[in-house]
């Protein structure tokens, strides 16, 4: 069974600072997600990193993937308070089955 | 425009009474699947179906039932909900590719 930890679980940020969230899956996955949530909402699709080297940035927002080391991270440059929600990273095998983290609810401070 | 629907959205209920919460999607999507979400355990698959016909276990599916009769539509049954049944419920859907997954609004189920 595939196994996805995320850390932090919580971070508090100052706006403008720079921070990495860190998933780690613990077996071959084909393909790595990032979602977002709102408080009271639904997820929405961030990212999906295909393959080992992969790179995706949207805005504020960066995720790589390493294959290798089993590791994805999600990169935020100069947070701002739009930011604030719950990440999730999630992993899909090759049997077509998805495995997320148990989210890191960031909150961008003024 | 593009969506995955769910109905109900919020539902209080007793324990043993059978439920179904609908989901619809109008995006022709091949592959749908039903979520749980729980404080601290993230988001848990329940079911998945990669087409019409076509479903398959997640990790948590005991005590519920999924069937997939048409491609826009992807039920999930709960013949008798206990208690820990109770959680926020998400159903998803993408094309076969699963590059990218879209969510619905969610249910939220309480079993009492």
């Known amino acids: 069974e595939l196994k996805v930890e995320q850390n932090p679980l919580f971070l508090s940020m100052q706006e403008g600072k720079n921070y990495t969230i860190y998933c780690n899956y613990s077996t071959t996955s084909d393909r790595l997600y990032w979602y977002r949530q709102d408080p009271g909402k639904s997820l929405e699709s961030l990212f999906v990193l295909l393959s080992n080297g992969a790179v995706k940035q949207e805005g504020r927002l960066m995720a790589s993937l390493d294959t290798k080391a089993r590791l994805s991270t999600l990169h935020i440059t100069a947070a701002v308070h739009d930011l604030s929600a719950t990440y999730f990273c999630?992993?899909?095998?090759?049997?077509?089955?998805?495995?997320f983290g148990t989210g890191t609810s960031l909150t961008v401070i003024p | 425009e593009a969506q995955v629907t769910q109905n109900p959205r919020y539902l209080i209920t007793v324990t043993g009474k059978k439920l179904t919460v609908t989901c619809s999607q109008n995006?022709?999507?091949?592959?749908m699947s039903w979520y749980r979400q729980d404080p601290g355990l993230g988001l848990r698959q329940i079911y998945y179906s990669m087409n019409v016909e076509v479903t398959d276990k997640g990790d948590v599916p005991e005590g519920y039932k999924v069937s997939r009769k048409e491609k826009r539509n992807f039920p999930l049954i709960l013949e008798s909900p206990s208690p820990n049944q109770t959680s926020l419920y998400f159903c998803?859907?993408?094309?076969?590719?699963?590059?990218?997954?879209?969510f619905g609004p969610g249910t939220r189920l309480t079993v009492t």
């Open positions: 995006m022709n999507h091949e592959y």
């Open positions: 998803a859907s993408s094309s076969s590719n699963r590059y990218e997954q879209y």
């Open positions: 999630a992993a899909s095998n090759t049997g077509n089955q998805f495995y």
